[in-house]
């Protein structure tokens, strides 16, 4: 009788999916290394080094909360466009009264950012 084949479940840590999250999540906002460094509170070369898998977004650290609330921004966009990557980056790059800017501006201070996630927020308990 053949023994049963068990998958051997590997160890991923949390800062290894926040990093992964993040860069995939700029990339479907339509962010470059320099629009996610201005939103993150990063360097554009600890961007590129995080993007070249030699650096991670460190738990605990203000970029790693500002990481959190990008990928907030990404997955509550998502669910309001339906999954339509014209949609989500059209909504991204046209003027929005709410923040006086486009979305992808806004996101790149600290307090664009969180009024982006808000407003999101909002707009989704309102489907």
Do not use: C
Not at 1 to 19: C, E
Not at 32 to 61: D, P, Y
């Amino acid at each position: 009788m053949a023994r049963p084949h068990f998958a051997v479940k590997q160890h991923v840590s949390t800062t290894a999916v926040l990093t992964k999250a993040t860069l995939r999540a700029a990339d479907f906002l339509g962010l470059n290394n320099a629009a996610l460094a201005r939103t993150v509170g990063l360097s554009e070369s600890q961007i590129s080094r995080i993007a070249r898998g030699e650096k991670s977004l460190e738990s605990g650290t203000k970029p790693a909360e500002l990481a959190t609330l990008l990928v907030r921004v990404y997955r509550s966009l998502d669910a309001l466009v339906g999954n339509d990557d014209g949609h989500r980056k059209a909504w991204m790059t046209s003027f929005n009264r709410a923040f006086n800017e486009t979305p992808k501006d806004a996101i790149q201070k600290v307090d664009g950012l969180v009024r982006v996630v808000n407003y999101l927020d909002g707009a989704r308990a309102l489907v």
